[in-house]
Structure formats: C-alpha cells, structure tokens
C-alpha cells in the first residue's frame, strides 16, 4: 500500500544507519545480472540512504552495538509484464520495508527489469528518510546470540569475526617484529614526505586541499571543491552540485544529469544516470 512509504514506516526506517545490497538476489541466475545490484544501490543513495554492496568495504559500526543494518531482497513476477517488489529486512530477518510495487511493460528483460525496480523506488523521493544517531534501535545484538534467529549476512559476520580472532594470536608476534622495522625505516628517512597524488583510495578532502580541481576524461565536465563536496561545471558553466553524504560517497545532482559519485585509486567515478539510456554510465575524473 502506498501510504507506508511515509508517517510510521518512515519513522521505522529512520532506526537504521545503513542498507546492504547483495551480490545476487534470489531470483537472479548470477551475480550482478541485469545490473539490478549496482542500480539498487545507487538508488537507495540517490533517495538518501547509506547503501552499500555486500563485497564492498563495509562501515565499522556496522551491527557493532544493535541492529542499525537492513538488508535489501528483492522478487520478480509476472507474464505480460515485469513486477518488482522489494523489502528490507532487519538482522533477525523481520520486514521492515516494503517499496510500492513496480511495474514495467518493456520487453527487454534487462531494460524492463531496470525500469520496474526504478518505478518501485520512486515514491522514496517523497519520504524524507534521515537517520538520527539520537535513535536508540530497539534491536541489540547479544554475543553467542543463536545463529538460526540472524540473517545469512550476520552469520557470516560473526564467523568472519571469530576466524579473524584466531587470526590476531599468530600475527601479533609478526606485528612485533615489523614494527622494529619500520621504526629503523623512520629514522634512516626522517623529512620522507609523500605526494598527495601518490596516496590511493584516499578522499582529497582529507588532505586539505581547498583548491581541488578534477576534470573528466573527455574534457566536458570539471568539479570544483567546495565546502560541501563539490561544484560541478560543464565548460564555464555551473549545473549542479556534487554533496558528500555520511556514507563518503557523493550525490550529484545537476540538469544535465543525477548519479552518485566516488573515490576509486586516485580516480573520482561517477556513475550517472542519463534519459533514454538503460543503465548506469560511467564517467571519470582525475585531479587537473
């Protein structure tokens, strides 16, 4: 029903931090088909949420302390036409969420299974989602919680992090060791100082650059730092903006296009969203 997009369920919803999106959905044949995982992340980020793919660098606080974490699923149905429904469950599998349902009449299977799961996420625009570290969640998970109540992502979490637990006991001595060498590194090399264009993965804005200027490949396009993110520019011309959200990722928003933008080895990506185009595309910018 349309109406729980907003008033409690938007409340509900605003009790979580992060969304996590599989690599494959149940219904899909293999990961990434149809591109539907990449695109539902992006629109979770584009209607306001910290969304992130499951093999992706995951948040620290990630279930640390309670159940700040959804989990999206997603069915398809129909014959004559694609349907698209899709929830988000808590970390003990309950249903939180359900998006209106989306319906498509393209034939195309990867363009109509994208324009249906666009048409579910469109009522998100209007509900205003903000989380509040304020909010207590009503979830906690306990130590040696029984594993069967969790959903599949948490059990895995909590293998990993007693396999990484036996790990720490026979790499300490190792640590030991390494760090007498690099303390002898350190004083053969004392006024070592790096580039800021040698650091990879790293956000610009921590490196105190207030002149930042990055330009996409072709030329077309140049972002601009600004105090929020970025001003974005086609030739002398401002259209939009590029804002940095919690998460670190960046929701571009301009009249030429909308996409969220990041950091990848020393490159800013922006995966945008263009009419008449299926997909998400690409464009790549490097510091000027």
Known sequence: MITCVSGLMAQELADYKYIIVPQKFEFQDEEGEY??????RF???????NAYLENEALPADLNESGCNTLYARADVSGFLSTNAAITLVNCRGKEV???????????????????????AFAKLEDMGY????EIVTKATITEGEN??????????????KEEVAKKEVRVS?????????????KELTPNDVKDSKSISNQDPFFQSNA?????????????KSSVSGFDVYEGSTKIGTATKT???????????????????????????????????????????
Do not use: C
């Open 35 to 40: 591109e539907l995982n990449g695109l539902t």
């Open 43 to 49: 629109l979770f980020i584009k209607y306001g949420f």
């Open 97 to 119: 969420f359900a998006l209106p349902e989306g319906k498509s009449k393209i034939k195309s299977f990867k363009e109509g299974h994208q324009d249906a799961f666009r048409k």
């Open 130 to 133: 903000s989380y509040s570290d």
């Open 147 to 160: 594993a069967e109540n969790l959903v599949p992502e948490i059990r895995k979490m909590q293998a990993k």
């Open 173 to 185: 001595s190792v640590i030991n060791t390494k760090q007498e060498t690099v303390q002898k590194e």
């Open 211 to 223: 002149e930042l200027v990055l330009v996409s490949v072709d030329g077309s396009f140049t972002l």
């Open 246 to 288: 919690s998460a670190g990722s960046y929701l571009v928003s301009t009249s030429e296009f909308t996409g969220v933008g990041f950091y990848d080895n020393n490159q800013f990506t922006v995966e945008r969203e263009i009419k008449g185009v299926s997909g998400l595309v690409k464009m790549i910018f490097t510091e000027k």
